[in-house]
């Protein structure tokens, strides 16, 4: 890499490396693991550098899709059932913390594609065209991922937090 496009990669870096953080830890759950899948993201980018043009987001955003989507087939999750879940003590946190919570649980349990899909279009805020792109699929498959995806969502989630159950009123 000649010295100017290190310069350019490293600025790249230095302004995408917080958002690409977040969104790694959207689709994994970890932020350990987020900080390897966006390290590795960009490693595999810095090898292709000299070949990008002016908007390299969407192609390094593709290979975090895809260095995500390579770890989940590959290895186990290292996860033991036990009989039941130990008391986190996280009773005064605030609720903004708790939505959050639940939020990132729910994701972890959607499937890898799905969790995707909905993180794409709903946190990066990218189209159904964008995402397919990004995903490696048609635009049908990006509308049924994600359909599919925020339907899950709206049955695990408590319905105070969806909204998805009006509320009774007495009379």
Request: hydrophobic share 40%; charged share 30%.
């Amino acid at each position: 890499m000649d010295r100017d496009s290190e310069l350019d990669f490293r600025d790249f870096v230095l302004v995408a490396y917080q958002g690409l953080t977040r969104t790694a830890y959207l689709l994994c759950g970890d932020r350990h693991e987020a900080e390897d899948l966006v390290q590795t993201a960009l490693a595999r980018a810095s090898l292709a550098w000299h070949r990008l043009d002016a908007a390299p987001d969407a192609y390094v955003r593709k290979i975090l899709v895809n260095v995500f989507r390579s770890s989940r087939r590959r290895r186990w999750r290292q996860e033991i059932p036990v009989q039941a879940v130990p008391d986190r003590g996280l009773a005064d946190a605030a609720s903004t913390m708790d939505d959050r919570d639940v939020l990132r649980r729910a994701l972890a349990e959607l499937p890898p594609r799905q969790r995707a899909a909905v993180v794409l279009r709903f946190y990066e805020d990218l189209s159904e065209h964008q995402t397919a792109a990004l995903l490696g699929c048609s635009v049908g498959t990006v509308k049924s991922l994600t359909s599919r995806g925020l339907q899950r969502l709206r049955r695990d989630l408590p319905a105070e937090k969806t909204h998805a159950q009006p509320a009774e009123v007495d009379r």
